[in-house]
Nanobody
């Protein structure tokens, strides 16, 4: 059974940084594409970033380019999202996801974590 557990969320002021981490178990981690999505109150879940099996291909939503960085450690079965220059509009629950092909939509990912809340104050 695939388990994805996010951590690292919290409250931060605008302009600050947070590092989210996702620990995966129950899967051959290096065989999965990993992604981060977020869902703000009253909004649909949206793509943030994804990373290929070996980490050589990275995709970002336009609104996080230059601010967020996704990275994975296949030896530790973890994927991280470094978030810099945070804005109040980044406030959301952030979800880690695992899929079998590189995608930028939620439909491309079959396994999801429970999410970690990020709140950015102005």
């Amino acid at each position: 059974q695939v388990q994805l557990v996010e951590s690292g969320g919290g409250l931060v002021q605008a302009g600050g940084s947070l590092r989210l981490s996702c620990a995966a178990s129950g899967l051959t981690f290096s065989s999965y594409v990993m992604g981060w999505f977020r869902q703000a109150p009253g909004k649909e879940r949206e793509f943030v970033a994804s990373i290929s099996w070996s980490g050589d291909k990275l995709y970002y939503a336009d609104f996080v380019k230059g601010r967020f960085t996704i990275a994975r450690d296949n030896a530790k079965n973890t994927v991280a999202l470094q978030m810099n220059s945070l804005k109040p509009e980044d406030t959301a629950v952030y979800y880690c996801a695992a899929g079998t092909f590189l995608a930028i939509t939620a439909a491309g990912f079959g396994s999801w974590g429970q999410g970690t809340r990020v709140t950015v104050s102005s």
